[in-house]
């Protein structure tokens, strides 16, 4: 009958399959692949994207953060080192200019430590070395975020106190230093916890395994 000849057609096109696996493991493998990658199926971190090219993402990603970051930095010590130029500068007390001092030493501190990664990337380059450049250049952002943190609170205790009533000033700089470590951190951290079960991201910026 017509069924019994296609159910037999079917058979033999499934044996020739069988068969050109056997005489090609290398084909076999590749047409494998290619389903479970159809199938929806991703390697290990999520992403169809082995360690070199999770390295790359990670790395454009981290460059967008540190042009943000930069451009915040490269402001505020800009107007901190033309502050020692000014007629009121000459006003300030022994306090204050401790605190002036501080603060740009703390600027920069951060402007070197948010352009290290620059500089390890163009020093490493070429070395193949790039996931090992991504944890790097993400420990030094985020220290350049710390001391960039540092110096706000600084520049901000300086002002007030040239400004405000002193006895006001700890409080105020205590609310928004609270306020900045909620928005950098707390919150980011809190997430973080909420969402992943304390399980690393692979995007996250630490050394792809």
Not at 168 to 197: E, H, S
Not at 199 to 209: E, F, T, Y
């Amino acid at each position: 009958m017509p069924e019994d000849d296609t159910a037999t057609r079917r058979q033999d096109q499934d044996g020739a399959g069988a068969g050109a696996r056997d005489r090609d493991p290398g084909r076999a493998s590749n047409a494998d692949a290619g389903q479970a990658y159809a199938g929806g199926e991703h390697r290990g971190n999520g992403r169809n994207e082995n360690r070199n090219e999770r390295a790359d993402r990670q790395w454009q990603e981290l460059v967008q953060e540190i042009r943000v970051v930069q451009t915040g930095v490269q402001i505020l010590f800009g107007f901190l080192l033309t502050v020692a130029f000014t007629p009121r500068f000459q006003e300030l007390d022994d306090p204050d200019r401790t605190i002036y001092i501080i603060t740009v030493v703390l600027g920069s501190l951060a402007t070197g430590a948010l352009i290290g990664p620059v500089a390890f990337h163009r020093i490493v380059s070429g070395r193949k070395i790039k996931p090992e450049a991504v944890t790097w250049a993400s420990r030094l952002t985020m220290t350049g975020i710390v001391l960039l943190l540092a110096t706000l609170v600084s520049a901000l205790s300086l002002i007030l106190r040239v400004t405000t009533d002193d006895h006001i000033v700890p409080w105020l700089v205590v609310g928004v230093l609270a306020w900045y470590l909620l928005c950098w951190f707390a919150l980011p951290m809190w997430v973080r916890g909420r969402k992943t079960n304390g399980k690393d991201d692979p995007g996250d910026g630490k050394r792809p395994r």
